[in-house]
């Protein structure tokens, strides 16, 4: 069965940068679908930030962080990243990757989220 566990997060000062990681097993669960990195600040709805093919050759950012944050993968480690640069402190929430259908970046079409990691980012 696949898992998703992310890493990274932490406690920084606006303008930092944080490299996020999404370490995957059990690749074969998720064959078809793209992984991709989502957020959720308190009170807020989750937010779609971006999404990356298997291959790593398709990428898709939100408007809301192109320029700030990049998504990447390592295929020989079956390990997605997030970095993420020139934070601000609205950035500041737990961060999700799961795996999404292409094409399909509302979070409410899926169920499966992990425990996330926690970023903070003071003013």
């Known amino acids: 069965q696949g898992r998703l566990v992310e890493s990274g997060g932490g406690a920084v000062q606006a303008g930092a940068s944080l490299r996020l990681s999404c370490e995957i097993s059990g690749e074969r669960t998720f064959t078809g679908y793209e992984l991709g990195w989502f957020r959720q600040a308190t009170g807020k709805d989750r937010e779609f930030l971006a999404a990356i093919s298997w291959d790593g050759e398709n990428v898709h950012s939100a408007d809301s962080v192109k320029g700030r944050f990049s998504i990447s993968k390592d295929v020989g480690r079956s390990t997605v990243y997030l970095q993420m640069d020139s934070l601000k402190p609205e950035d500041t929430a737990v961060y999700y990757c799961?795996?999404?259908?292409?094409?399909?970046?509302?979070?409410?079409?899926?169920?499966?989220w992990g425990q996330g990691t926690q970023v903070t980012v003071a003013s």
């Open positions: 799961a795996p999404v259908h292409p094409g399909d970046y509302d979070p409410g079409s899926y169920a499966y």
